[in-house]
C-alpha cells in the first residue's frame, strides 16, 4: 500500500475545502488496482448518465446513484469522476448494396462509426466539481489524478495479466454436464 500523498493547506485556490478531505489521498501503486471501468455495485459504466467517480482513497469507482452511500460508510468525499461520450461520425460513402449477411465485411452492414470522448473532473462530493485542467488546481491534486487517468484500470489488467482474449478461453467441462440427458433417459425407460 502506498503512502498518503501530502497536499500543502489549500490544494484548489479560491474554493473553500477542509484539507482534512485530502488526508487519505494516495497515489496507485504497482500494484494497487483502479476500479474506474464500471461501478461496484451495480456495473454501470463510464457512459452511463453522470460517469464513475473513482475514490482517490480506495480507488474503487462508483455511479452517480450509489456514491451517496459509500460515502456514508467511509466518509470519503475526494473522486476523480471519468464521463465517456459517443460521437456518431458521418457516414463518407453511400450505403453500397448488401449481398452478405454479415456486419463489418465488404459486401455486408457496415456498423456506424463512433468517436468517444473522455472527461475527468474532480469531484469533491457532494457539491463541487473542478475540471482538472483548471489553473486553480495545484500541480501535486493534479499530479495525483493523472495518476488515476493514466492508470489502465482493473479489467484491463487482468486481461493482460491472464494473456488471453476472454472470447477464446476453453470452458472445462464439468462431471455434471451429462445429468439432464441422464435424468431424461431414466423417465423414458421407467415406463
Not at 47 to 58: A, D, P, Q, V, Y
Not at 73 to 88: D, L, M, T, Y
Not at 103 to 127: A, H, N
Amino acid at each position: 500500500m502506498t503512502e498518503a500523498v501530502v497536499l500543502g493547506p489549500n490544494p484548489i485556490e479560491g474554493v473553500e475545502v477542509d484539507s482534512s478531505f485530502f488526508a487519505n489521498c494516495r497515489y496507485p501503486g504497482d500494484h494497487d488496482k483502479v476500479y474506474k471501468d464500471e461501478c461496484m455495485f451495480c456495473f454501470h459504466s463510464p457512459f452511463h448518465l453522470g460517469g464513475i467517480m473513482i475514490c482517490l482513497k480506495t480507488f474503487m469507482g462508483f455511479c452517480s446513484r450509489h456514491i451517496k452511500e459509500y460515502h456514508d460508510k467511509s466518509g470519503a468525499r475526494v473522486f476523480v469522476k471519468r464521463q465517456k461520450f459517443r460521437i456518431p461520425v458521418e457516414l463518407k460513402e453511400p450505403n453500397a448494396k448488401i449481398t452478405k449477411l454479415a456486419i463489418g465485411v465488404q459486401g455486408g452492414f457496415k456498423e456506424p462509426e463512433q468517436e468517444v470522448q473522455q472527461k475527468y473532473t474532480l469531484m469533491i462530493f457532494p457539491d463541487t466539481e473542478i475540471e482538472l485542467n483548471d489553473r486553480r488546481v495545484s500541480s501535486e491534486l493534479r499530479a495525483l489524478c493523472d495518476a488515476i487517468v493514466v492508470n489502465e484500470g482493473a479489467f484491463r489488467l487482468s486481461l493482460l495479466e491472464d494473456k488471453s482474449n476472454p472470447w477464446e478461453i476453453q470452458r472445462k467441462v464439468t462431471k455434471f454436464a451429462d445429468v439432464v440427458q441422464l435424468f431424461i433417459f431414466v423417465i423414458f425407460a421407467g415406463k
